[in-house]
């Protein structure tokens, strides 16, 4: 690697003096740099050119033209998935280095990145290239007139691809590998909380083959992303983040008809029957609640309890998260890291406070620093209880480790209750009739459901209902968003 473009000042540090712009290191337009410190121990972990408007500029120009030129779709697909078999071989081959990487960029726990967000972006393309050999991406129809129709799936353009902080590799690969694979050319712009684990990325393209022109990336703040996103030479915009901020790209997207796909918030909710049983509810709930110390667009963090059994949900809920280790994300022990930010720190202390001030109770956690740690953008494990579905708290994504159990009078009304919401993402139900947690499944309006379980599987399409977002990721219908249909029809030959 050229020490002209990434300079370390220690084996952990990442500082990078150029940006990716179409498939080369290039020197930045602008003088800023995004400096990335740790959530845990405030220390630097690198830092990367800030991009601007020029650089974007410079970024959709050389997507453009490699994408009107046909340099990278219009290559055989055997050929495009041979390249991106190599990229997946030198990516299994840095995935230690990104596990590391994300823990310091995020707070991750260590065993959570080990587990879940290092071994899932390599697997979520490895599952995209054997998909691709099964679409059909040329099929010959009979129309009803008798002539033969020739369909094709054919790439969708230049496309924006803006993934959050939270999850940076597996929601990127969940866009990029898809969207190569269907021959578009992209611009990624990572969030500004994580922009490191991106540039490691920018280096595998270019080592896999991936041609100039066709990947870039530009780390870069909201203003910049918006710049991007209206673009009039990016055809369309892969986004995961927020509601707000998907309102806002959908509305820009809507003026000038171009494409998007948005994975926005949850607020899902995980409904436990009576004849749940409840240690291994609680287990399972320790992860489907506090994955990534609940910084998780998938958390399930509106629990559902019958009245019959509320106190005993209650008290099973308090033991699991009172046995949560909150600390050094590096530490093995470690269940609960920090918060990404001081922001993110402040905004999930805000909620517990408004948790208080709605009448709720609070069971375990709140706002006072956790004990032993004078640094990091800690936030204690935080159980609500006697929350109502109308509070703040049971309808707004917090992004922490709180949670809010609400009592449900019989089936009907936990149907109710957990689709009450604006957002429709995920849920579960736990019970000892597995049958019957499927049927509530069908009940309930999210994109993905789990009985007995926290689920997501790379072959399943996942996206969610109302608020939650458009479109889908993952499985084969994830190829979808990157592609137009055209239907070519010759005419019959005359006789």
Request: proline share 6%; net charge negative; aromatic share 6%.
């Amino acid at each position: 690697m050229s020490l002209r473009r990434r300079q370390r000042k220690d084996p952990g540090l990442h500082v990078y003096k150029e940006l990716f712009v179409g498939g080369r290191w290039t020197p930045p337009s602008g003088n800023d740099m995004i400096e990335v410190f740790s959530p845990h121990g405030f220390d630097l972990v690198g830092a990367v050119p800030a991009a601007t408007e020029a650089d974007v500029g410079a970024a959709v120009a050389a997507a453009r033209a490699s994408f009107d030129a046909g340099i990278w779709r219009g290559r055989p697909l055997e050929e495009r998935l041979a390249i991106l078999d190599r990229l997946l071989e030198l990516y299994t081959e840095r995935t230690d280095e990104l596990i590391e990487l994300q823990s310091r960029e995020i707070g991750s726990p260590i065993t959570f990145s080990k587990t879940v967000t290092g071994p899932a972006p390599a697997l979520t393309l490895s599952t995209f290239l054997g998909n691709a050999r099964r679409v059909q991406w040329e099929e010959v129809r009979v129309g009803v007139t008798g002539s033969d129709i020739i369909v094709r799936r054919e790439a969708v353009g230049v496309v924006a691809i803006i993934v959050p902080w939270n999850a940076p590799q597996f929601t990127l690969m969940a866009k990029l590998a898809p969207a190569l694979i269907a021959g578009c050319s992209v611009v990624i712009k990572p969030a500004p909380e994580t922009p490191l684990d991106a540039n490691v990325v920018a280096d595998l393209v270019a080592a896999a083959g991936v041609p100039d022109g066709v990947v870039s990336v530009l780390p870069a703040g909201r203003e910049v992303g918006q710049y991007l996103v209206g673009h009039p030479d990016v055809d369309k915009v892969a986004f995961t983040g927020s509601t707000a901020a998907g309102r806002q790209i959908a509305a820009t997207c809507g003026e000038q008809l171009k494409r998007c796909s948005l994975e926005l918030g949850g607020k899902s909710a995980a409904i436990i029957l009576e004849d749940a049983d409840l240690a291994a509810t609680a287990t399972g709930l320790e992860y489907a609640s506090l994955t990534n110390s609940g910084q998780a667009c998938v958390a399930q963090t509106r629990i559902l309890a019958p009245r019959s059994r509320y106190e005993e949900v209650v008290d099973a809920l308090a033991a699991m998260m009172s046995a949560q280790v909150v600390g050094d994300p590096f530490d093995p022990a470690t269940t609960i890291g920090p918060m990404v930010s001081q922001r993110q720190q402040q905004r999930v202390r805000g909620y517990i406070e408004l948790g208080e001030q709605e009448g709720a109770r609070r069971v375990v956690g709140g706002v006072e620093p956790v004990a032993g740690l004078d640094r990091g953008w800690y936030v204690q494990p935080t159980l609500f209880a006697d929350v109502d579905n109308d509070m703040r708290i049971a309808r707004e994504e917090i992004f922490g480790p709180v949670l809010a159990v609400i009592p449900y009078r019989d089936e009907e009304d936990a149907v109710r209750i957990a689709n009450d919401s604006e957002y429709g993402l995920a849920g579960s139900v736990w019970t000892s009739d597995t049958e019957h947690g499927i049927d509530i499944g069908r009940r309930i309006r999210t994109g993905i459901f789990g009985v007995n379980q926290s689920w997501l599987d790379l072959n399943a399409p996942f996206g969610g209902f109302k608020s939650s977002g458009i479109g889908r990721e993952m499985g084969v219908e994830g190829f979808d968003s990157y592609l137009e249909y055209k239907a070519i029809a010759p005419a019959p030959d005359a006789a």
